[in-house]
């Protein structure tokens, strides 16, 4: 059974502040700078990294996250999480082998920091994946649930 589209979107946009979250404030103690992917994406697309910013939620918030529960939800193994974690490990694998490339750091971060970029970069799609897994995954509580909780 396929999950909520309205639940792996909210999943995605959480996963989506977290990834963010380690890009900017945790990648610089790696790196010694952020991994500014808002930046890269406004330039391989020639315009501003707010436009780039917004591609990129836009694409963790909707497109991975409608994706990962309308098409491979019932083909990955495991649990919710763990699903989630297979998916954040291919959108980890397709960014280095294919995206990060195309917009000019070289494949796997060879022109973009290295080994640490990609470690950091494997970080934060395991944290994505999970988050967007959990969150998906999770139990739908009714209304009559939550009343007999309190």
């Known amino acids: ?36 992917v808002a ?4 330039d391989f697309l020639g315009t501003t990294r707010n436009v780039g910013m917004a591609v990129h939620y ?5 497109i991975f996250p409608l994706i990962f529960a309308w098409i491979l939800w019932t083909f990955l193994p495991g649990g919710a999480t763990g699903k989630g974690i ?3 490990l291919m959108l980890w694998f397709l960014s280095q082998a294919i995206v990060t490339p195309m917009m000019g750091g070289g494949f796997f971060s060879a022109n973009a920091g290295g080994a640490m970029a990609v470690v950091a970069s494997l970080l934060g799609h395991i944290v ?3 988050i967007l897994g959990a969150v998906t995954g999770a139990p739908a509580v009714s209304v009559g649930q939550e009343r007999r909780a309190a």
Request: charged fraction near 10%; charge should be positive.
């Open 128 to 130: 994505y994946g999970a």
């Open 58 to 62: 836009l694409n963790g918030t909707i």
């Open 39 to 42: 930046k890269m994406l406004g």
């Open 86 to 88: 297979a998916w954040g």
């Open 1 to 36: 059974m396929r999950p909520s589209s309205w639940r792996a979107i909210v999943g995605g946009f959480l996963g989506t502040i977290a990834i963010t979250f380690l890009m900017y404030s945790v990648a610089p103690f790696m790196l010694g700078q952020p991994m500014d």
